[in-house]
Nanobody, 112 residues
Framework: QVQLEESGGGLVQAGGSLRLSCAAS????????VDWYRQAPGKQREFVAR???????NYADSVKGRFTISRDNAKNTVYLQMNSLKPEDTAVYYC??????WGQGTQVTVSS
């Protein structure tokens, strides 16, 4: 059974940084495409970042240059480093193994 567990969310002031982690069991991240999504209150869930099995990455325009997705194969964990955070980044952040599973989400709140 595939399980994904996000962590690292919290409250941070605008301009600050957070690093989210997504740890997996039952699946090998390095063999799959892993995405980060987010959902703000009253809004649809939206794509944030992707890392492929080959290590290629891409980002939503809204986070490009501020967020970095990465993977530690030894720990079977995917990270989302978030810098220069803005209040509009406030959301529940989810990791997703494409076509397989979603995590339960971690709350990120950015105060102005």
């Amino acid at each position: 059974q595939v399980q994904l567990e996000e962590s690292g969310g919290g409250l941070v002031q605008a301009g600050g940084s957070l690093r989210l982690s997504c740890a997996a069991s039952g699946i090998i991240f390095s063999s799959n495409v892993v995405d980060w999504y987010r959902q703000a209150p009253g809004k649809q869930r939206e794509f944030v970042a992707r890392i492929t099995a080959a290590g290629s990455t891409n980002y939503a325009d809204s986070v490009k240059g501020r967020f970095t997705i990465s993977r530690d194969n030894a720990k079977n964990t995917v990270y989302l480093q978030m810098n220069s955070l803005k209040p509009e980044d406030t959301a529940v952040y989810y990791c997703k193994v494409v076509l397989i599973a979603w995590g339960q989400g971690t709350q990120v709140t950015v105060s102005s």
